[in-house]
């Protein structure tokens, strides 16, 4: 990606933090929205119009190209010490998946029970561990990925093996906005890397859907759970009346 479309990138991703509409832009700047949405789409920013927008977002020209190198860094994978920082703290783990999904340090106050001394104390945890990097006025960039993964068989698959799978799946998944599906067969190799490829795809996809619905208000979006999995199976039903496998002798 270009520098400049990750100003760009990054800019954006700001106003939607703070809910600002380019109309909120526009207004500031003295300048008509048609413009403002120009200005967007071409990239086409002086040093002046950076300068001027950073100070609505209340950031320096310095913080933001700060931001914009750590753009391309944004964590794959929490490590170990990250992921059990976060099992050990429910209420961590409550803040870092807010934060995840773009609530404001508002937001996040007004839905659970986490008064603000407290909300302050679990941002500044969560800068430390670097999941995110803490900004004025208790704004803050996120630093990992939405379609980040959990360490295989680390702290946070057993947890959601635990703690959140076996509840998930008891579901009878008849509600408003429930989907569940199963289907098996037996497919090629070729077959399955298209399968595994469709799936990721599916998963990059829903991840920048939420992104993009950031900039909503709380009350405009659900939390909803996704889970996609595939992996070699029989029903133990087929499987009991299985022949045994026949060797030949050398």
């Known amino acids: 990606m270009s520098q400049i479309k990750q100003v760009t990138e990054t800019l954006k991703l700001l106003l939607k933090q703070r809910k ?11 300048m008509s929205e048609a413009n403002v949405k120009r200005l967007f789409a071409s990239r086409s920013f002086s040093l002046q119009r950076l300068e001027e927008l950073c100070q609505i ?42 934060v995840r ?33 803490l900004l004025p006025n208790n704004n803050y960039k996120l630093l990992i990925a939405q379609d980040f993964r959990w360490i295989k068989n680390g702290p946070l698959e057993r947890f959601m093996e635990t703690e959140v799978m076996n509840r998930f799946m008891a579901s009878k998944f008849d509600g408003e906005d429930s989907f569940r599906f199963y289907l098996r067969g037996r497919y090629s190799q070729g077959s399955i890397t298209v399968i ?34 595939m992996r070699p199976w029989e029903p133990s039903l087929f499987e009991q009346f299985r022949k045994p496998v026949n060797t030949k002798p050398e």
């Open 101 to 133: 999904d773009a609530w404001s340090f508002d937001d996040i106050i007004e839905h659970y029970d986490i008064d603000q001394f407290e909300a302050i104390r679990l941002m500044a945890k969560l800068d430390k561990i670097n999941l995110i990097q």
């Open 20 to 30: 600002l509409t380019y109309r909120d832009v526009a207004k500031q700047l003295k």
């Open 196 to 229: 595994q490829r469709k799936l990721n795809q599916i998963t990059k996809e829903a991840a920048q859907l939420n992104l993009e619905d950031a900039s909503l208000p709380i009350n405009k979006r659900k939390h909803m759970g996704i889970l996609f999995a």
């Open 57 to 98: 977002l209340q950031l320096s020209l310095s913080d933001l190209f700060t931001m914009v190198e750590k753009t391309e860094e944004q964590l794959t994978e929490l490590t170990l010490e990250q992921e059990q920082e976060l099992i050990d703290n429910p209420k961590l783990l409550l803040v870092a998946v807010c």
